[in-house]
T-cell receptor, first 113, second 115 residues
Framework: GESVGLHLPTLSVQEGDNSIINCAYSNSASDYFIWYKQESGKGPQFIIDIRSNMDKRQGQRVTVLLNKTVKHLSLQIAATQPGDSAVYFCAETLLSGTYKYIFGTGTRLKVLA | DARVTQTPRHKVTEMGQEVTMRCQPILGHNTVFWYRQTMMQGLELLAYFRNRAPLDDSGMPKDRFSAEMPDATLATLKIQPSEPRDSAVYFC?????????????FGPGTRLLVL
């Protein structure tokens, strides 16, 4: 699809295994973060968000971890399924600012049957 | 199930022609964003509006691009004249700004090819 980056990092995971997708964000002042999933030919879809006053947030089969010390976000997907195959983006913003989002370059997740 | 809609979904045009892309944000959302996505540049913010007022269009080539919100249910992005380098997928996203945070919801995109 029209996802990003000829040199997009790719993570290949066996179906049923857990996936961990990492993101280094750019602004130490950012206080709100979102993970998006983009399937081929579609727009980015919201997965989960986290505010900077939290270190961890869990959703259905997904967990986001935030390490502000090293400006690092991770998305963990439990029991990865073929439908999880997509490009995953992190995005950051400053809630007290202009709400402009900075998007990461994305990671392609391939689920192997 | 509320969602952002965009028209057209696909557009093929010739260099020099005007292109207009339309977006209907989710009802009740007060912020609208226009993004461009290419293989080389990734997802770039072109412009965004809050309560229909333009807040930032610094990412947009001013000489050929324009973005407007004639009313709360319609946002437009125009390119005049279009050039082959404008070929990309253009996404509209809408959100509701609240003090506790804001999530953007993306439309399906307009795939533009300028020949």
């Amino acid at each position: 699809g029209e996802s990003v980056g000829l040199h997009l990092p790719t993570l290949s995971v066996q179906e049923g295994d857990n996936s961990i997708i990492n993101c280094a964000y750019s602004n130490s002042a950012s206080d709100y973060f979102i993970w998006y999933k983009q399937e081929s030919g579609k727009g980015p879809q919201f997965i989960i968000d986290i505010r900077s006053n939290m270190d961890k947030r869990q959703g259905q089969r997904v967990t986001v971890l935030l390490n502000k010390t090293v400006k690092h976000l991770s998305l963990q997907i439990a029991a990865t399924q073929p439908g999880d195959s997509a490009v995953y983006f992190c995005a950051e913003t400053l809630l007290s600012g202009t709400y402009k989002y900075i998007f990461g370059t994305g990671t392609r997740l391939k689920v192997l049957a | 199930d509320a969602r952002v809609t965009q028209t057209p979904r696909h557009k093929v045009t010739e260099m020099g022609q005007e292109v207009t892309m339309r977006c209907q944000p989710i009802l009740g959302h007060n912020t609208v964003f226009w993004y461009r996505q290419t293989m080389m540049q990734g997802l770039e913010l072109l412009a965004y509006f809050r309560n229909r007022a333009p807040l930032d269009d610094s990412g947009m080539p001013k000489d050929r691009f324009s973005a407007e919100m004639p009313d709360a249910t319609l946002a437009t992005l125009k390119i005049q004249p279009s050039e082959p380098r404008d070929s990309a997928v253009y996404f509209c996203a809408s959100g509701l700004v609240v003090t506790s945070g804001e999530t953007q919801y993306f439309g399906p995109g307009t795939r533009l090819l300028v020949l």
